[in-house]
């Protein structure tokens, strides 16, 4: 199983130094990747009774491809995957162009992930419409790999029309691959019709936005993956190149405990986790790179 490791988004701060730390540690350690949330703005919860977002105005996000590029320079070989990106709130085309020179800057190490999000304020304000997301996803994707696999493209959809026109430079990987995130049966659908992987959906935390039970190293998540399976067959493609990733969370336990969990999402398929240290009471970035220490030593013992 591949291991990565979230970039602590909402604790780390802001010294461009702790982060550069931060990613050499997780490279250095043994990490395959690193994953990164994604949120351009934050709503004032005083200002909306009854809105219930999981991170407002107060919470900070590094912008992931931004955040990549720099870390591209950082690093020499460890993975970087948007984990996820809220793809129906941006244009399609500059997503497609940011990705591509993300790749090239980091010698082909992109991994993008993408989901249709919750936040219905941050749509508003980049003007982009929350009531079809869904729809729009798909024929977003379909456009970025085009964009990243022709010089020139002309395509004429029911949301996106352009004639004669191309990325320069390409990425690397052509396509680079993409993942998508959310638990509902339609995301399924869509990973095994035309997704290189599937970011699970593993907290509960989440679930209560989402309204879909969080997805287990259970029967329930065998269930779930077989399921997955059986759409991809159906798509006709081979399921086991659709990759899955879980999330491993050590808030309220030790890292120890948490890298325990590797056997179980290993026994029903798994085939990529990410372990986050967020919202466990850390206080600094080294205590953030102490429990990165702790979880990979006790999911690899030597």
Same mark, same amino acid.
């Given at each position: 199983m591949l291991i990565g490791a979230v970039f602590p988004q909402t604790e780390i701060g802001s010294d461009s130094t702790a982060i550069r730390d931060w990613a050499q540690a997780a490279e250095s350690l043994g990490y395959d990747h690193i994953a990164a949330f994604d949120h351009v703005l934050g709503a004032n919860r005083a200002s909306r009774p009854g809105w219930k977002g999981m991170y407002d105005h107060t919470h900070t996000f590094h912008e992931p491809l931004v955040l990549f590029g720099y870390l591209a320079a950082? *690093?020499?070989? !460890? @993975?970087?995957? *948007? &984990? !996820?990106?809220?793809?129906? /709130?941006? %244009? *399609?085309?500059?997503?497609?162009? /940011?990705?591509?020179?993300?790749?090239?800057? &980091?010698? @082909?190490?992109?991994?993008?992930? +993408?989901?249709?999000?919750?936040?219905? +304020?941050? #749509? %508003?304000?980049? @003007?982009? &419409? #929350?009531?079809?997301r869904g729809q729009r996803i798909g024929e977003q994707v379909e456009v970025m790999r085009l964009l990243w696999t022709q010089q020139l493209v002309t395509f004429r959809g029911k949301w996106h029309r352009f004639a004669n026109v191309g990325i320069n430079p390409l990425p690397l990987q052509r396509p680079i691959p993409v993942w998508f995130g959310g638990g509902a049966d339609l995301v399924l659908r869509r990973v095994a019709q035309s997704g290189d992987g599937w970011f699970a959906n593993t907290s509960a935390r989440t679930a209560a936005y989402t309204g879909v039970a969080p997805f287990g190293p259970d029967d329930a998540g065998r269930d779930t993956l077989h399921r997955l399976h059986a759409y991809a067959r159906a798509a006709g493609r081979d399921p086991s190149r659709v990759g899955v990733e879980v999330r491993i969370e050590v808030v309220g336990r030790s890292a120890e405990d948490a890298a325990a969990d590797i056997a179980k999402w290993n026994a029903i398929g798994v085939t990529h986790a990410q372990f986050t240290t967020m919202r466990a009471g850390l206080k600094s970035p080294s205590e953030h790179i102490a429990a990165l220490r702790r979880f990979i030593e006790a999911a690899r013992p030597a």
């Open positions: 950082c *690093t020499e070989r !460890i @993975g970087l995957a *948007t &984990s !996820i990106l809220v793809l129906p /709130q941006r %244009e *399609t085309a500059a997503v497609a162009k /940011q990705a591509a020179e993300v790749d090239v800057l &980091s010698g @082909g190490r992109l991994r993008l992930g +993408v989901a249709a999000g919750w936040n219905d +304020v941050e #749509f %508003e304000a980049l @003007g982009r &419409s #929350f009531a079809n």
